[in-house]
């Protein structure tokens, strides 16, 4: 969609469009089409439809703004939950202390106008559709009042407040982990980004507070430890790992060496941060069996877990941590080991469900062979 056929949407007519493809009944749906493209353009159409799956699917992030705000599939991929835009106003407003930030940039537009709430703001984007949606969805999410937008190349753009929030988008292939320790692997690498983190870093720097927004993916090896971040912190909610964010200024002064880590689970808000453990130690099942939460695993936070339940890394190579007796955590699901077999790969998923998964771990009679766990939730 262009801006030109975004504009088409809001007149009188592409509203008609819109309320016709949401009222429709599914048993006539043919017909609606039809007469739909009788009366409007091919494009102001298909724009319609488009919108209305993205507003049905975006009703998971936004509840009911949903059926009122507007869409791009790449800006609603990348958009924060509300709660989860809401929890960081939270920590900008209380941890931050700021009145004025800037948003860079804007995408659909659902980070500025949640910043826009209590803030004032001045958002910049080079593209034109993305400046439209975000004026629209200002509106909707009860924040136009607070909100000046920039069409601008957010490179060339002067902050004018007093924090910064860039949320920066994923680009291009994955970067593989090189570290050694727990969960390395594939993650998002500074590569991977446009504009490049590098940019984004000393931006925040330079201003001295506000955020970076981070794909979810990225794996905590992969973070540069003389970011300049005072927190790094995995968010998620409801057990999907939404986002990682750099926070810079957070209390007025810390200036870490390294980022503290953290993985913050909402809706609950249960936080767990780092502690400077070493790597817990590999160790064969227990009677319990603990799966992390995402956000727990990509901050790197596997050995506070462990830790914090008396156990240790199952042996195996899977980011799961077993001990020999029950304790109740936020951060990871809680089983009960009721049995072990031999592994056959043939039958590898056999009466596995989501109430009872199966777990691989090494066959403690022979290391080089792998074994089953059946397991049963706890709690």
């Known amino acids: 969609m262009d801006v030109e056929t975004f504009r088409a949407l809001l007149t009188e007519e592409g509203q008609a469009a819109l309320a016709a493809v949401r009222d429709r009944d599914p048993a006539s749906w043919r017909a609606t089409l039809t007469g739909l493209r009788w009366d409007h353009s091919a494009e102001l159409v298909s724009a319609a439809v488009e919108q209305d799956r993205l507003r049905r699917e975006a009703v998971a992030k936004f509840g009911e703004h ?162 300049g971040a005072d927190e790094a912190e995995w968010i998620s909610w409801n057990g999907d790992v939404h986002e990682a964010v750099l926070w810079f200024g957070l209390d007025g002064d810390r200036h870490p060496a390294a980022p503290v880590r953290r993985a913050t689970l909402l809706p609950g808000g249960a936080s767990l941060t780092s502690r400077g453990l070493p790597e817990p130690a590999v160790r064969p099942a227990g009677r319990y069996l603990y799966e992390p939460d995402g956000a727990v695993v990509r901050a790197g936070l596997l050995a506070e877990l462990a830790e914090d339940v008396g156990g240790g890394l199952l042996d195996g190579g899977a980011p799961l941590i077993t001990s020999d007796e029950p304790r109740t955590t936020a951060f990871a699901t809680a089983y009960e080991i009721t049995g072990v077999e031999p592994f056959d790969a043939g039958r590898s998923a056999s009466g596995a469900t989501e109430e009872a998964p199966v777990f691989l771990t090494r066959d403690a009679g022979d290391p080089a062979r792998s074994a089953r766990l059946r397991v049963r939730r706890t709690g």
């Open 66 to 227: 949903a059926h009122r705000m507007y869409f791009t599939r790449d800006g609603l991929e990348r958009a924060s939950h509300l709660d989860v835009g809401a929890y960081k106003l939270d920590r900008l407003l209380h941890e931050i202390g700021v009145v004025f930030v800037d948003a860079l940039p804007l995408g659909i537009g659902a980070e500025a106008s949640v910043l826009g709430w209590s803030h004032v703001l001045a958002g910049a984007d080079a593209d034109p559709l993305n400046i439209a949606i975000t004026a629209e969805n200002s509106g909707v999410l009860g924040a136009m009042d607070n909100l000046a937008l920039y069409h601008q190349d957010v490179m060339t753009y002067h902050p004018q407040g007093e924090a910064v929030f860039v949320d920066l988008m994923r680009r291009g292939a994955p970067a593989v982990g090189v570290g050694v320790g727990v969960g390395v692997g594939v993650g998002v690498g500074v590569e991977a980004y446009a504009p490049s983190l590098p940019w984004a870093l000393a931006v925040v720097r330079e201003m001295g507070a506000g955020a970076v927004r981070l794909s979810p993916e990225l794996a905590h090896q992969l973070l540069p430890d003389d970011s």
